[in-house]
C-alpha cells in the first residue's frame, strides 16, 4: 500500500519519497526497496506521461512481444528504459500481466492493449499524442 500511494505521487518510486514512507509507517526503508525490487511494475526511475509495460513471458513472446519491443523502440527512438525527449512515452518490459490469452500485449499506465500488431500500435501512440495535445 505504501509502495502504490508513492508511485501514485510521483509516477514512479522516488527513492527518497519511499525512505520518507518507510519512516511514516516506522518500518526500515530497506524493506520497501526490497518489495519495490520485486515489483517490475512499479518503476523505479522517472517515466513518461505514458508508460508503456510490455509483457515478455512465454506466451506473449511466442506471439511476438520481442518484435513489438523492438518496433516500439525504433518508432519512439528511445532505449529500453528510457523517456521520450518530449517526455511522452517510456518504454519497459515486464512479466506477466495476467493477460496471457490475448498476447502480445503491454500496458500504458492504467490500460491493458491486446492482440498487439504494429499497425495497432500506431493508432494507440497517435491516439495518446492526441490525448495529451488536448490536455
Ligand atoms: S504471458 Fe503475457 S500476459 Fe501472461
Redesign the pocket.
Known sequence: MVLHVVYDQFGYLKPQAVDEAAEVVSMPPIDFHQAASFYTFFPRQKVGRYHIQV?R????YLRGSEELVEYLIEKLNIKMGGVTEDGLFSITEVE?????GT?P?MQINDTYYEKLSRAKVDNILEELRKKAKSG
Open positions: 509483457c513471458t512465454l506466451s506473449c506477466c500481466l495476467g493477460s496471457c498476447g500485449m
